[in-house]
């Protein structure tokens, strides 16, 4: 299984940003993807996650109300929008899957997550 995230960039405070995660795996209905990040010099942690099957998504308290994950069948990608974008959420972006269900409580640690891709950076200048 290979993501492949883009749409990382440098935006202003308070703008938007959209990452897209492309996934090759294309049958397994009950997969569950999500957004991480990584700032310099910390530990990566959770932003946002879906399951395929859209029965559940979940949101780190940092970025509710401010991000939306969602996914799209036809193009297999799992999208990421942004908006009032702070300096605090400079960070690389990493997306990531399990190939099968994974509980609400569970959605938000990195052990829940088999694949990930290769990150995508964003930079939020003040």
């Known amino acids: 299984v290979q993501l492949q995230a883009s749409g990382g960039g440098l935006v202003q405070a308070g703008g938007p940003l959209r990452l897209s995660c492309a996934i090759s795996?294309?049958?397994?209905?009950?997969?569950?993807m999500a957004w991480f990040r990584q700032a310099p010099g910390k530990e990566r942690e959770f932003v946002a996650a879906?399951?395929?099957?859209?029965?559940?998504?979940r949101y780190a308290d940092s970025v509710k109300d401010r991000f939306t994950i969602s996914r799209d069948t036809a193009k297999n990608t799992v999208d990421l929008q942004m908006n009032s974008l702070k300096p605090e959420d400079t960070a690389v972006y990493y997306c990531?899957?399990?190939?099968?269900?994974?509980?609400?409580?569970?959605?938000?640690?990195?052990?829940?997550?088999?694949?990930w891709g290769q990150g995508t950076e964003v930079t939020v200048s003040s």
């Open positions: 990531a899957a399990r190939l099968s269900y994974i509980i609400t409580s569970a959605m938000d640690v990195t052990p829940s997550y088999h694949y």
């Open positions: 879906i399951r395929w099957n859209k029965s559940a998504t």
């Open positions: 795996e294309r049958t397994v209905s009950s997969k569950t």
